[in-house]
């Protein structure tokens, strides 16, 4: 399971969702070996005043939380940062400066899907990738 949360100036992310969802999808199905068809992804457009951050960043700055079970190896979760990074950059031409990427583990049993606990779930992909 993946929970992505997307963050961004609104006049800067409305205009890219549809493709910036195609791009990020595209890495956690190559880096993470997650089905097409599971797909979950939620946009924060955010007006000026409600999103604040540090000098050296631009208006293209891009926050983006995955929330995931845990079992992915070290390697995977890395691969997956750097194919975001390298993706959204050549897509976009949003400079890595730009964006920040947070990975959250959880346990399966933390998670409540279609009337269960994630670890009673059963998964038509494998999570230790």
């Known amino acids: 399971m993946a929970q992505i949360k997307i963050y961004g100036l609104k006049e800067n992310l409305n205009p890219i969702k ?3 969802s195609n791009v990020i999808h595209s890495c956690v199905m190559d880096a993470l070996e997650y089905p097409f068809d599971k797909r979950f992804h939620r946009f924060f457009p955010l007006d000026k005043e409600d999103f604040y951050f540090a000098s050296g960043r631009t208006e293209a700055y891009t926050v ?3 929330s995931i ?8 979760k890395k691969r997956l940062i750097k194919l975001l990074f390298e993706r959204i950059h ?21 998670w409540g899907i279609r009337g269960l606990p994630g670890d009673e779930l059963t998964l038509t992909y494998n999570v230790n990738v």
């Open 18 to 20: 549809k493709t910036l």
């Open 64 to 66: 983006i939380e995955i």
């Open 90 to 110: 050549s897509e976009f031409n949003i400079s890595p400066q730009d964006i920040e990427i947070t990975i959250f583990e959880t346990p399966r049993h933390n």
């Open 69 to 76: 079970f845990e079992g992915r190896t070290v390697e995977a």
